[in-house]
């Protein structure tokens, strides 16, 4: 097969940013290489071999190494295990292993084989369950895989590289603004002194010289980096740092906790740069990891869960759950973000899915995708993904082809204050709160008992407006 786009592993790796420019790539039995074709146009040093459409070349080693859907098509269960092994031993940084799940299979694979089934065109394939193949690349390699995506993992080869990922999928930016609006100093060398305050929003603490591309220029300008810092300071506003900083050592809690799932590294494994975000926001590594400790074992207690959900001041509160908007993630109580995490370190980034459902009963977490979330005034389901915490399972539902999908209503409560179209999307509920339209709420909640409601009242939608419908009920 041909593709036009990146597979889903890569742009995976690209969206997590473990694929970048500098970074070398080598496709693993790359197929036709359209990967290869690809990042090569968008100017990525990207290479690969397959033994059919590429076997002139060689396998050779490269920071990210891509295993896309290929253990999956290898019969023999030894040769499977062997081509994982080999492909690791190529990978310098990051190994990418990607295979088919078992909600994948159809009608075309008519036969069981071994542990997998032959298809119409006599090929094999076998699938997996998402957990399924997270176990098996840990057992072959003997190192712990973080799940990237539903049937997409990573290995990391350092410790310190899986923590600076790991970290960054939890550390929010925050723009740090300005008390003066015009300062000389300040003015005078904007463009050497904006990257500074830039840092601050993204770590919550000054930067080691280590960490600025511009400390020759800044040290030549101010005569020491501390004088430039005294600056920055200086125009900045205090109440934004203390802010910032309290955001950011919630997020370094929320990292420390989850990375338990990992195996939380010692302090001398730790990057650099988390090194001192710690000693920036906590007396010790080991009080931290306490602090997140208590954090992380608190999710298992439903009364803590349940009033963190009733706490959060963002998301749509319902008896069973609370949804939340993924823009709205870093908004909610800290015990939910550790909550939200422990299924996103089972499942990896669901990309289709833009609302997130914390169930307060049980130990699950549904992710679910609304396509037309933003144009459609009350949107339907796609497809939702279930995480469910104690058994470590994943499920895959498909709502897609369904005649009367569930919808949603009161979208503003999905989404923080800060979201553009919060106040268009209020402004219709207000309207069909005043009509009555919720009176009924069993009978609104999909798509058919929606229209209905409406067509009962004469009414019908334009957008996120209410007008009378052209075909009034007698």
């Known amino acids: 097969m041909r593709r036009d786009n990146l597979s889903r592993p890569v742009r995976l790796a690209l969206l997590h940013e473990l694929l970048r420019p500098g970074r070398t790539f080598f496709d693993y039995g790359c197929g036709r290489a359209d990967d290869i074709r690809i990042l090569g146009l968008e100017g990525f040093d990207a290479d690969g071999w397959d033994p059919?459409?590429?076997?002139?070349?060689?396998?050779?080693?490269?920071?990210?190494?891509?295993?896309?859907?290929?253990?999956?098509?290898?019969?023999?269960?030894?040769?499977?295990?062997?081509t994982l092994k080999q492909a690791w031993a190529l990978?310098?940084?990051?190994?990418?292993?990607?295979?088919?799940?078992?909600?994948?299979?159809?009608?075309?694979?008519?036969?069981?084989?071994?542990?997998?089934?032959?298809?119409?065109?006599?090929?094999?394939?076998?699938?997996?369950?998402?957990?399924?193949?997270?176990?098996?690349?840990?057992?072959?390699?003997?190192?712990?895989?973080?799940?990237?995506?539903?049937?997409?993992?990573?290995?990391?080869?350092?410790?310190?590289?899986?923590?600076s990922y790991l970290a960054s999928r939890f550390r929010r930016h925050t723009s740090v603004q300005r008390r003066r609006a015009t300062d000389e100093a300040f003015e005078r060398h904007r463009d050497l002194l904006q990257p500074v305050i830039d840092f601050i929003g993204n770590r919550g603490r000054l930067p080691d010289a280590t960490e600025l591309q511009a400390v020759d220029q800044l040290e030549e300008v101010f005569g020491t980096l501390k004088r430039a810092l005294r600056v920055v300071s200086a125009v900045t506003d205090d109440d934004?740092?203390?802010?910032?900083?309290?955001?950011?050592?919630?997020?370094?809690?929320?990292?420390?906790?989850?990375?338990?799932?990992?195996?939380?590294?010692?302090?001398?494994?730790?990057?650099?740069?988390?090194?001192?975000?710690?000693?920036?926001?906590?007396?010790?590594?080991?009080?931290?990891?306490?602090?997140?400790?208590?954090?992380?074992?608190?999710?298992?207690?439903?009364?803590?869960?349940?009033?963190?959900?009733?706490?959060?001041?963002?998301g749509k509160l319902t008896p069973n759950g609370l949804y939340i908007h993924i823009s709205a993630l870093h908004e909610v109580p800290a015990l939910m973000r550790v909550y939200?995490?422990?299924?996103?370190?089972?499942?990896?980034?669901?990309?289709?899915?833009?609302?997130?459902?914390?169930?307060?009963?049980?130990?699950?977490?549904?992710?679910?995708?609304?396509?037309?979330?933003?144009?459609?005034?009350?949107?339907?389901?796609?497809?939702?993904?279930?995480?469910d915490l104690v058994g470590q399972r994943v499920s895959l539902s498909r709502f897609g082809n369904r005649s009367n999908p569930p919808i949603l209503h009161r979208k503003e409560l999905f989404v923080a204050d800060s979201y553009p179209s919060r106040q268009k999307f209020a402004r219709l509920t207000a309207a069909e709160?005043?009509?009555?339209?919720?009176?009924?709420?069993?009978?609104?909640?999909?798509?058919?008992?929606?229209?209905?409601?409406?067509?009962?009242?004469?009414?019908?939608?334009?957008?996120?407006?209410?007008?009378?419908?052209?075909?009034?009920?007698?």
């Open 240 to 314: 934004a740092w203390t802010r910032v900083k309290r955001e950011r050592t919630v997020d370094l809690l929320v990292h420390l906790a989850l990375a338990r799932f990992h195996g939380r590294p010692r302090w001398s494994e730790l990057p650099d740069a988390l090194q001192r975000d710690v000693r920036a926001f906590f007396p010790s590594y080991v009080k931290a990891c306490e602090q997140a400790d208590k954090l992380l074992f608190a999710t298992g207690n439903r009364d803590a869960v349940r009033l963190a959900a009733r706490a959060s001041t963002v």
């Open 91 to 163: 990978a310098q940084s990051v190994l990418v292993v990607s295979a088919r799940l078992v909600d994948e299979r159809d009608e075309a694979h008519v036969a069981p084989l071994h542990d997998g089934w032959v298809t119409r065109r006599g090929t094999f394939q076998k699938f997996y369950s998402h957990d399924e193949l997270g176990g098996w690349i840990e057992a072959t390699l003997a190192a712990a895989p973080v799940a990237a995506g539903l049937g997409v993992y990573y290995v990391f080869r350092d410790v310190a590289d899986r923590e």
């Open 433 to 474: 709160e005043r009509l009555g339209l919720y009176d009924e709420p069993s009978t609104i909640g999909t798509r058919d008992g929606w229209a209905s409601t409406l067509d009962r009242q004469g009414l019908a939608l334009r957008g996120h407006r209410l007008v009378r419908s052209e075909r009034l009920q007698p």
């Open 52 to 82: 059919h459409h590429r076997a002139s070349t060689s396998p050779k080693s490269a920071d990210i190494v891509n295993l896309g859907y290929v253990v999956n098509v290898i019969e023999d269960s030894r040769e499977r295990s062997a």
């Open 340 to 387: 939200e995490g422990c299924a996103r370190a089972l499942v990896g980034t669901v990309e289709e899915a833009n609302v997130v459902k914390l169930h307060r009963d049980e130990a699950v977490v549904s992710y679910l995708a609304y396509p037309t979330f933003e144009n459609d005034p009350h949107p339907a389901l796609d497809q939702s993904v279930v995480c």
